[in-house]
């Protein structure tokens, strides 16, 4: 009796203290999302455990029962962590914005305008030598996503027009524009998608032999957790970072205690647009070499799930990214391995988001629970 009561205010404590909140409750949402999905994919007539096993071996978390040629968990992984990269640098555009009071839900149109632009400038230029091709793919992805995030934030201080109405707008405006000339001018006629660039300005390595293995390199990946370190700390240990939560917390305040606020949400915006401009071009001119016309990836939509389980902390954004991203890329193997179709994966992330929007619900009644239970001892 005496240990089943340490173990629950040992757990009260771990969820009700502020200083694990953000850890603990993330970690208690995803435990609660599998346990519903569990619940979903037995109602279905599928074992649960085989689901997940299938799940993280489409990932490479595990390792499959059989490989083609030059294939193994090592290529499945490394595959998981190239679509990682863009979905890691669209949560943290997301983040930062969330941050400030604002919801920059135009993270998919800046990824396709930053992808569009560099796709028709260096994708093409195939002469052009790859270690400078690279460099400029990444810069001009970041300069025009900074100007289609700042383009919102223009609009919300000069216009004061919600930064999610306009935002949405835009993707449309983004998605048939340059669905318009990349049919007209671009076009493929083959896959019906944009042509394919050079491999000197993908930002992917393609079919790198590393051992027995044939595999993909995201270069950018090491890039997208080192931005996710430096936001980290620009958001919690400098003073413009601070500056940006209290306009978050309370704009009206923030202005009285003398922060121009139009200035840093112009600032945000800018940001944010950029880190949606770097996860543009390592999707379009990284894990995919081409553009789908009339289509916006789904992962300007899905950063918004990353960035609210990891509770807008860049560092939490790494892990969430990594999780979101192993249920999408191992969807299609749980199907054949368990019999479970994909769409239970889209269920699994829906649920999750569910639960991630209940983070400030959860945050605050387990702290209640807690202060009650310090009162009665």
Known sequence: MNNNLKNKNFLLRLLGDPKYQFISIPIFAIICSLIVSAIIILIVGQNPLTAYKGLMQGAGILAKDKYASFQGQPTDFMETLDKM??????????????????????????????????????????????FLAKPLVALIGMIIGALAGGLIGFFKIKFNINEVVSS??????????FSYFINTKYIDPVTRQSRNIGANARLTLMQMEIGSYKMRIPIFFLVAIIVAIILYFFMNRTSQGLE???IGFNSDAAQYAGIDVNRRLLHVMLISGALAGLAGVTYYLGYQPSILPKSLSSIGFDSIA???????????????????????????????????????????????LLFSAMGVYMRQKFAALLGKNRMRG
Do not use: C, H, K, W
């Open 168 to 177: 949405i707008m835009l993707n449309y405006i983004y998605q048939y524009v």
């Open 306 to 352: 990353v960035s609210l389980l990891g509770n807008n902390n860049p560092i939490g954004i790494i892990f969430s990214s990594f999780l979101i991203t192993v249920i999408d890329r191992g969807a299609t193997y749980m199907r054949s391995a368990a019999g479970v179709e994909q769409e239970i994966a889209a269920l699994m992330s829906g649920i999750i």
């Open 244 to 246: 940006i939560s209290s």
């Open 85 to 130: 990269t863009p979905m890691l640098f669209a949560a943290l555009a997301v983040a930062i914005a969330l941050r400030a009071g604002l919801f920059n839900i135009g993270v998919s149109g800046q990824m396709l305008i930053a992808g569009f632009v560099a796709t028709i400038t260096i994708g093409y230029s195939r002469q052009m030598s790859p």
